[in-house]
């Protein structure tokens, strides 16, 4: 479901699948942490919630980025309305490529991140991501 860090990925589905992968994980070595969610984001079984999204969106208009900007879906630089709200209903069942994602802001020269909102999750990915980038956490 998310490529999070280079040591860091979340797995989704059905719960026994999940259940099942993390067993088998654990057993070769690996650290595994259940997360507590509720519902199986970044995967196929999202798929009603992505049909109920791509309808909703079909009334939003959507204008140029005044700047580009990345799809996390796709980690490649989204410059036009085109695309947006299939990226966007995208979403809803493919992996976040956060990894592909930072890497991308990284070659397009960003240097210094900044996250919004009252965790600093994002930040500490980045961290892991490019140790050297300066990031910011503002709560507000």
Known sequence: ????APT?????GEKEAVVAAGA????????????KVSAPFHCSLMQP??????????GVSFSNPQF?????????VVDSAAPIADLLSQQVTASVR?????????????????EFG??????????????DAVTVNYRG
């Open 1 to 4: 479901a998310n490529f999070n």
């Open 8 to 12: 860091q990925t979340v797995i989704s």
């Open 24 to 35: 088998a994980l654990k057993a070769l070595g690996y650290k595994v942490i259940p997360l």
């Open 49 to 58: 919630a992505r049909a109920k999204l791509t309808v909703a969106l079909e």
């Open 68 to 76: 580009p900007i990345i799809a996390n879906v796709t980690a490649d």
């Open 98 to 114: 956060w990894v592909e994602t930072i890497y991308k802001l990284r070659d397009l020269g960003v240097t210094e991140f900044i």
């Open 118 to 131: 009252s965790g600093t999750v994002l930040t500490g990915l980045i961290k892991r991501i490019l140790p």
